[in-house]
């Protein structure tokens, strides 16, 4: 298998580790610092006191790179839509993609009935180019639960490893998603082929789409936040909201509110991704994990009241950013 990574971050680049441990050819995307790091020394992971170097074929030039059996989506949702020309050219005819994304991404509600059956949602996919270009046809999804960061370019430090559902969004290939799950077993990835791929998305995006905007807000951990009953009351109303409208879409409930609290509980005191980005000065990921939500809610006249008021807040954060 022909395996080549755009965004070979902290997740991007520990699923490229994990194909390239698994037997499966790799090439990176690269530019800058990362792509002298991958040229001078291969691409590292490094896990407690374990530290594994594995070489990869890297270059800033996609055409410099051999086509691609699979090409991994490592870059964060809403970096997507300024990428399309590499994506583009990164693309075989046969080529399927993998997508590693936080939050909604752009193919969600493709290939899926309800009321809002096929549409393309501009706060993830502008215009509708990422659609166009790859539906879900073409398309697997893995879920990241684990937790992951990069220490130095092209040096992965696993921090916690945990489940990796990975779905084909329309069962075109069950070959490929057998082989895709077997190879990253190999190298070490607990991944696991999934038959519902999209309500796993939507499970997760259950604690994202509250934690990760309030943590920018309030510049606190999830303990912390927890522990503050207004916080708290926030997150399980965005919680309650969220649940109603992936029921109004035709998505199972999502169960007791309480439970999945107490799961955040044992994280502990962690920084959300969102956090960590407004702590770097990067631009946050709030069309994918909330953004996406609130525009869902509006166009099915659905009240929502409390993830539109924090969608909004953080939109002025980031304004005020510049």
Known sequence: MRVTVLGAGAIGGWLA????????????????????ALRDRGLVLRQGAEERVLPVLASDNPAALPPADLLLLGLKG???????GLV???????????????????????????????????????????A????????????????????????IRLVKADRLPVGDMAGADPALLGAVVATLRLGGVPAEASATIRDEIWRKLWGNS????????????????????????????????MDALGQRIGLMPLGSIPARMEVTRRIGAFRTSMLQDLEAGRRLELGPILGALVEMAERLD????????VHGLVRLLERGRG
């Open 88 to 130: 583009r050219a990164l693309l075989a005819p046969g080529t399927r993609v993998l997508s590693a994304q936080n939050g909604v991404p752009w193919f969600f509600l493709q290939g899926f009935g309800g009321p809002l059956a096929g549409r393309v949602l501009d706060s993830v996919d502008p215009g509708g180019a990422l």
């Open 132 to 155: 166009a270009l790859l539906p879900p046809e073409r398309v697997l999804a893995a879920v990241v639960h684990p937790a992951a960061m990069v220490e130095a370019p092209g040096m």
């Open 17 to 36: 580790a994990g194909f390239r441990a698994g037997g499966a050819e790799v090439s990176v995307l690269a530019r800058g610092a990362t792509l002298a």
């Open 302 to 309: 659905h009240p929502a009241p409390v993830m539109r008021g």
């Open 210 to 241: 509250n934690m990760n905007p309030l943590s920018a807000l309030c510049r606190a951990t999830l303990s912390d936040m927890l522990d503050e009953p207004g916080v708290r009351g926030l997150a399980e109303a965005m919680m309650a909201e």
């Open 78 to 84: 809403h970096d997507l839509p300024g990428a399309l």
